[in-house]
């Protein structure tokens, strides 16, 4: 099933209006209804959130009791504002439940291994809806592993092998989109197939534009239009379907803090207007990125490194719920962090 979003409404959104908040309520209807895909939120231009963050998740120095985490990587908000965790060096999937105050472990686990009762130093995560399972990019063994979450699993499946994956993402008719930092490339998998098709990058190492240097998280809208956080190269890159090469769409000004620049971009989401939501890991703040803007503005931190409220410690992956809150995962801190839309 594809989702049409109505760009129109999108930008006419309030939170106080009660007609187009109708409107947001049913493309979120459609979309929990959806396979697999990240919440696309639909964010006004002017929107603004919360300076100071909540710590949602883990915040309690690292360690591998349940209501901790330790270096946590990707993240996924589902419908009901549930995050489901790549715990990475803790080798395990936690989910973590609004309001709770201690996560469950959802996959792995066991310590770090190649079993299939186990993860090694999993990076993202993602629900597919339609199989109620997770699927895991378990990074330290180059494979990505699917993991039912019905009671008593106690092991998963490979799904694809012998890949440097990094990042995941799923389309609304369930093709699944892995990055490849080795091969610096984005492909496309149809479930259960084990050969995937190329959709971006796969032309060595290097900036020009049909290329990637390090791609890590990775976003798809619902035109398999293809989003991709071009690390080493300090720019996120927009592949449209079907391009032989992609077009610079925030940063690929060189590494820095200026409001054009980035340094090594990590995490990343896409709205319905087409603004870009950047975690800038090394500059600490998430930035956003409007539709066809030469320049950046911070949206939250960017107030140096630390543990502050209104600070990062290096960042990995972010997410939105349908409220447009934002959840970003705040990696040498080992806790999630969420900013309410204000």
């Not at 998740?57 to 591998?64: C, E, P, Q, T, V």
């Not at 936690?94 to 079993?115: C, F, L, P, S, Y």
Request: aromatic share 10%; with cysteine.
């Amino acid at each position: 099933m594809r989702i049409k979003i109505d760009s129109t409404a999108a930008v006419s959104f309030s939170l106080a209006n009660t007609a187009v908040s109708s409107i947001t309520n049913k493309m979120w209807a459609a979309a929990v209804n959806a396979p697999s895909i990240k919440v696309i939120p639909n964010i006004p231009i002017g929107a603004r959130w919360a300076q100071n963050g909540v710590t949602v998740a883990g915040g309690l120095r690292y360690g591998s009791a349940t209501n901790q985490l330790y270096w946590p990587y990707g993240l996924f908000v589902d419908g009901d504002q549930t995050m489901v965790i790549a715990d990475c060096y803790n080798h395990r999937i936690i989910q973590w439940k609004m309001g709770d105050t201690n996560g469950r472990v959802v996959a792995g686990g066991h310590g770090e291994g190649n079993r299939l009762d186990q993860l090694y130093r999993p990076t993202d995560v993602l629900i597919d809806k339609e199989t109620d399972s997770l699927i895991i990019c378990d990074r330290g063994n180059q494979r990505v592993v699917r993991w039912s979450r019905r009671s008593g699993t106690i092991q998963g499946e490979i799904l694809v092998n012998y890949i440097d994956c990094y990042g995941l993402a799923m389309d609304d008719q369930r093709y699944l989109y892995i990055s490849d930092i080795e091969k610096n490339e984005v492909r496309r998998y149809q479930i259960g197939h084990k050969n995937g098709t190329l959709v971006a990058g796969g032309h060595g190492k290097g900036a020009d534009l049909n290329q990637f240097d390090g791609p890590r998280y990775i976003f798809v809208d619902q035109q398999q239009t293809v989003y991709v956080a071009d690390y080493y190269n300090h720019r996120v890159m927009k592949w449209n379907k079907g391009a032989i090469e992609g077009i610079v769409v925030a940063g690929g000004q060189g590494q820095g803090n200026a409001s054009t620049q980035l340094s090594h971009p990590k995490g990343l989401s896409v709205d319905t207007l087409g603004t870009i939501y950047v975690a800038d890991y090394k500059n600490h703040r998430v930035m956003r990125w409007p539709k066809g803007a030469k320049q950046g503005i911070i949206m939250v931190g960017g107030n140096g490194q630390g543990e502050g409220a209104n600070q990062f410690n290096f960042l990995g992956a972010l997410s939105f719920d349908r409220h447009g809150n934002l959840y970003v995962v705040d990696w040498e801190n080992h806790r999630v962090q969420r900013f309410s839309m204000t």
